[in-house]
């Protein structure tokens, strides 16, 4: 399982984050074999066409985030249809979802444990216990880990980790309280993808 994450970020030729410290250690898989899977791996890769691109950064943003293709297809047609940049809502939505603001609240070290922490029911918001990765948080959401789940040996470092996190401006977390709020919408988001190239794809 291991390897098949780290191969995604090989294939792809960009550090990801999908295994949490690892992907800054020197144990990371592009690191230490910066090229791309396989017996040809280290051949050069010819520049891409127009659609190669494209597909490209599609994968890129959807194994960051842990899209199935159905599910990327749904994020972009909902964007189209928002009254504001396409780009923007893109970023908004994919931003918005639960498993991701746990991960950008230092909640849990990797976007695939975030899932699994909403799928396995340890994530409570505004009191109430969800359980679906995709869902949408708003401004004002409170957000945290079910008390009787801290006693996990998975948040067993939960509190030192909370403390050395830096959190994104539009979220914020509370030390004492081990809470996480939604302050406003996403902004001033870094992404190492071009929507804009994905926006072109599902045009066609």
Known sequence: MLGAKEK????LGIKLG???ERCSSPKC?????????GMHGKSRRGALSEYGQQLLEKQKI????????AQMRKVFMSAAKKHEAVTDAIINILERRLDNVIFRLGFAPSRIMAKQFVNHGHILVNGKKI??????????????IKQKSLNNLIFKNFLSNIK???????????????????KSLPHDVEIPFDINLVVDFYSK
């Open 8 to 11: 995604k970020e090989r294939s």
């Open 18 to 20: 999908l295994k949490a």
């Open 29 to 37: 898989a592009m690191t230490r074999r910066p090229y791309r899977p």
């Open 62 to 69: 959807r194994i960051t985030y842990g899209l199935r293709e």
């Open 131 to 144: 359980n679906i990765p995709s869902y949408q948080v708003k401004v004002g959401d409170i957000i945290k």
């Open 164 to 182: 050395k996190h830096e959190t994104p401006l539009w979220l914020s977390v509370d030390a004492e309280t081990l809470e996480g709020k939604v």
